[in-house]
């Protein structure tokens, strides 16, 4: 008998715990097996330099199953706590401090070792990504020797396009770190774990645009720059999605589970009334993959703040935590305030999967696509853009997916730069912030004054408020301390409540009756457009790679509200077009169309 349940405890093991781990499809995130028990390293136990060689063997063992949990403090002693409590995962500590019983216990799992100094880690790392090597000095060479492991090569020996010359096709094209050599710490491991180039140089440089135009369009950069717009833009530029992640740790592990993931609330709790402001408040960052892994669930000014609950907070995440480290967003989903005064709810954070600049990615539809994919991973409906042109023909390819339901948008300059207008696309809302809590703009009492002489009508744009509040420079206090301020009649609602009321109380009556009929169409479609013909200020034909085309169009009237616009794309190449309708409310409707 205790052959038999030992027979199946064993079976039962390798079924659940080396099970495969979940991916999207076209999800340019790497993946391995799921684990049963880690060992557990403490980063006090070590020094940085055996730290530093410690990240490649985690990542290296991640590529079959992760098996080494670097325990930081913070963020990552409660998702440990929260992968054996919930996950089944057993833990050993015994070889925390001994990196070189490590490596002797696991020696048959890379290939050998890479010289570096110095001057030269992230090349080191990024020659052990490419051979599964592990990075050392000159004075740990001699132990390694004793144990038989190789040399494989010597990072001094290379400049970075001398070691992108030599290892360029072993690289993933999916993922490439960019981080500064003082930070070498972290992302090691994810790096070596999915092959990616670790390096930084500046975004002008021509070596980091042919690392990054190598790339395949929706791969994603974890890391971060010296200065953020040149850093996106750069990212952007080259359809790809940046995840700021220059101190994350432990993700070859976090990555390799799987984890059902559900926002706790999505009821709508609002106390209607026609004579009131509404306020949205809604953190910001959330797109910072190592400030969710590490201070935001413990900081007292964040999610470790205990006054959660006494008011609706929006806050952002990023949706490729859902496969970057899922049984963490499973985690602060699950620690989320629910309470008859208020709850935390959560938005995609700029712009997306991870943050672009709209107006400059080339893939934009595609990404759009894969996001749509994302957020119903996530259980998000809300995607929060940061961005420099409100263009719609930026914000349509959003707003034509189904798991979208509306846009906070803000400008990169300044994040309230559109003063709170509100515009449709899609018959969605784009909603602009109106003021910044923000250091150096708005103070709680500088900005509740603000908003206690706003209107209060419901049926009004100027009835409503979206306000981001940076994270660095106020905290949850900020916020409920900018309530406490507020006058009669101005009331806070969740995200998901914000963007109900508006599309209950503010959508356009104007629209399409008929997309385009034909669509597809060989030459000529037609619109029926309900509005008087003289409402219609322009009809534009765009590319989906924005440029502007010309096509013979007539516009006639059919009664006092209803307009028939005739277009011939005879003309144009095969291909998809978007057909952007402008009023005179500055209103407009974007009509996609596939010419065959």
């Given at each position: 008998?205790k052959t038999?349940?030992?027979?199946?405890?064993i079976?039962?093991?390798?079924?659940?715990?080396n099970?495969?781990?979940?991916?999207l499809?076209?999800?340019?995130?790497?993946?391995s097996?799921?684990?049963d028990?880690?060992?557990?390293?403490?980063?006090?136990d070590f020094?940085?330099?055996?730290?530093?060689?410690?990240?490649s063997?985690?990542?290296?063992l991640?590529?079959?199953?992760?098996?080494?949990?670097?325990?930081?403090?913070?963020?990552?002693?409660?998702w440990?706590k929260?992968?054996?409590?919930?996950?089944?995962?057993?833990?050993d500590?015994?070889?925390?401090?001994?990196?070189?019983?490590l490596i002797?216990?696991?020696k048959?799992?890379f290939?050998?070792?890479?010289?570096?100094d110095?001057?030269?880690?992230?090349?080191?790392?990024?020659?052990?990504?490419?051979?599964n090597?592990?990075p050392?000095?000159?004075?740990?060479?001699?132990?390694f020797?004793?144990?038989n492991?190789?040399?494989?090569?010597?990072?001094?020996?290379?400049?970075l396009?001398?070691?992108?010359?030599?290892?360029?096709?072993?690289?993933s094209?999916?993922?490439?770190?960019?981080?500064?050599?003082?930070?070498?710490?972290?992302?090691?491991?994810?790096?070596?774990?999915?092959k990616?180039?670790?390096?930084?140089?500046s975004?002008?440089?021509?070596?980091?645009?042919?690392?990054?135009s190598n790339?395949d369009?929706?791969?994603?950069?974890?890391?971060?720059g010296?200065?953020?717009?040149?850093?996106?833009s750069?990212?952007?530029?080259?359809?790809?999605?940046?995840?700021?992640?220059?101190?994350?740790a432990?993700?070859s592990?976090?990555?390799n589970?799987?984890?059902?993931?559900?926002?706790k609330?999505?009821?709508?709790?609002?106390?209607e009334?026609?004579s009131?402001?509404?306020?949205?408040?809604?953190m910001?960052d959330?797109?910072?993959i190592?400030?969710?892994l590490?201070?935001f669930?413990?900081?007292n000014?964040?999610?470790?703040?205990s006054?959660?609950?006494?008011?609706?907070?929006?806050?952002?995440?990023?949706?490729a935590l859902?496969?970057?480290?899922?049984?963490?967003?499973?985690?602060i989903y699950?620690?989320s305030?629910?309470?008859?005064n208020g709850?935390?709810y959560?938005?995609?954070g700029?712009?997306?999967?991870g943050?672009?600049?709209p107006?400059?990615?080339?893939?934009?539809?595609?990404q759009?696509?894969l996001?749509?994919?994302y957020m119903?991973?996530?259980?998000?409906?809300?995607?929060?853009i940061?961005?420099?042109?409100?263009?719609?023909l930026s914000?349509?390819p959003?707003?034509?997916?189904?798991?979208?339901?509306?846009i906070?948008?803000y400008?990169?300059?300044?994040y309230s730069?559109?003063?709170?207008?509100?515009i449709?696309?899609?018959?969605?809302?784009?909603?602009?912030?109106r003021?910044?809590?923000?250091?150096g703009?708005?103070?709680s009492?500088?900005?509740?004054?603000?908003?206690?002489?706003?209107?209060?009508?419901?049926n009004?744009?100027n009835?409503?408020?979206?306000?981001?509040?940076?994270n660095?420079?106020?905290?949850?206090?900020?916020?409920?301390?900018c309530?406490?301020l507020?006058?009669?009649?101005?009331?806070?609602?969740?995200p998901d409540?914000f963007?109900?009321?508006?599309?209950?109380?503010l959508?356009?009556q104007?629209?399409?009756?008929?997309?385009a009929?034909p669509?597809?169409?060989?030459d000529?479609?037609?619109?029926?457009?309900?509005?008087?013909?003289n409402?219609?200020k322009n009809?534009k034909?765009?590319?989906?790679?924005?440029?502007?085309?010309?096509?013979?169009?007539?516009?006639?009237s059919l009664?006092?509200n209803?307009t028939q616009?005739?277009?011939?794309?005879?003309?144009?190449?095969n291909?998809?077009?978007?057909?952007?309708?402008?009023?005179?409310?500055?209103q407009?409707?974007?009509?996609?169309?596939?010419?065959?």
């Amino acid at each position: 008998m205790k052959t038999i349940v030992f027979i199946y405890l064993i079976l039962y093991s390798s079924v659940v715990f080396n099970q495969e781990v979940n991916r999207l499809e076209d999800s340019p995130y790497p993946s391995s097996n799921t684990s049963d028990s880690l060992f557990i390293c403490f980063d006090d136990d070590f020094t940085d330099t055996e730290l530093f060689t410690l990240q490649s063997l985690q990542g290296i063992l991640a590529q079959t199953k992760p098996i080494i949990y670097r325990d930081m403090g913070t963020g990552s002693t409660i998702w440990l706590k929260d992968l054996k409590d919930n996950y089944g995962i057993e833990t050993d500590s015994s070889y925390s401090g001994d990196l070189y019983g490590l490596i002797s216990k696991f020696k048959s799992e890379f290939n050998g070792y890479v010289l570096y100094d110095e001057e030269c880690k992230n090349h080191a790392i990024s020659i052990c990504s490419a051979v599964n090597g592990i990075p050392i000095l000159d004075n740990q060479q001699s132990f390694f020797d004793s144990l038989n492991i190789p040399l494989i090569d010597d990072a001094r020996n290379y400049s970075l396009q001398s070691l992108m010359n030599n290892y360029k096709e072993s690289f993933s094209k999916k993922v490439c770190i960019y981080q500064k050599e003082e930070k070498s710490t972290f992302l090691g491991d994810y790096s070596i774990f999915s092959k990616a180039p670790y390096f930084f140089e500046s975004p002008h440089h021509p070596i980091t645009n042919s690392i990054l135009s190598n790339m395949d369009e929706n791969s994603v950069l974890l890391g971060w720059g010296d200065d953020e717009y040149q850093t996106i833009s750069m990212a952007s530029s080259n359809s790809i999605m940046t995840h700021p992640a220059d101190y994350a740790a432990n993700l070859s592990v976090l990555t390799n589970f799987n984890s059902e993931i559900n926002q706790k609330n999505h009821t709508l709790n609002i106390d209607e009334n026609d004579s009131s402001h509404y306020v949205c408040f809604v953190m910001s960052d959330g797109d910072n993959i190592q400030w969710l892994l590490n201070w935001f669930i413990t900081d007292n000014r964040w999610f470790g703040n205990s006054n959660r609950g006494k008011a609706d907070i929006g806050w952002t995440i990023s949706p490729a935590l859902s496969e970057l480290a899922p049984t963490v967003m499973s985690k602060i989903y699950s620690e989320s305030a629910n309470t008859l005064n208020g709850k935390d709810y959560f938005i995609a954070g700029p712009s997306g999967i991870g943050y672009i600049f709209p107006e400059k990615y080339n893939s934009l539809i595609s990404q759009c696509e894969l996001l749509n994919r994302y957020m119903d991973k996530s259980d998000l409906g809300i995607v929060n853009i940061i961005g420099n042109k409100l263009d719609n023909l930026s914000l349509y390819p959003y707003l034509s997916q189904a798991n979208i339901d509306g846009i906070f948008y803000y400008d990169y300059a300044n994040y309230s730069a559109h003063n709170g207008d509100i515009i449709f696309v899609n018959n969605k809302p784009v909603i602009t912030a109106r003021y910044n809590l923000w250091g150096g703009f708005e103070s709680s009492y500088s900005l509740a004054s603000k908003i206690n002489n706003l209107p209060k009508d419901c049926n009004s744009k100027n009835g409503y408020s979206l306000i981001p509040v940076h994270n660095w420079s106020n905290s949850v206090d900020s916020i409920l301390n900018c309530i406490d301020l507020f006058n009669e009649n101005i009331n806070v609602v969740s995200p998901d409540e914000f963007i109900h009321l508006i599309k209950k109380n503010l959508s356009p009556q104007n629209q399409a009756l008929h997309l385009a009929n034909p669509n597809p169409t060989f030459d000529k479609t037609k619109i029926e457009f309900k509005a008087n013909i003289n409402k219609i200020k322009n009809v534009k034909i765009y590319g989906i790679n924005g440029c502007e085309y010309l096509v013979p169009m007539s516009i006639a009237s059919l009664s006092n509200n209803l307009t028939q616009i005739t277009l011939d794309f005879e003309m144009l190449k095969n291909g998809k077009y978007l057909i952007k309708i402008d009023n005179d409310d500055n209103q407009n409707q974007i009509i996609p169309l596939v010419k065959l």
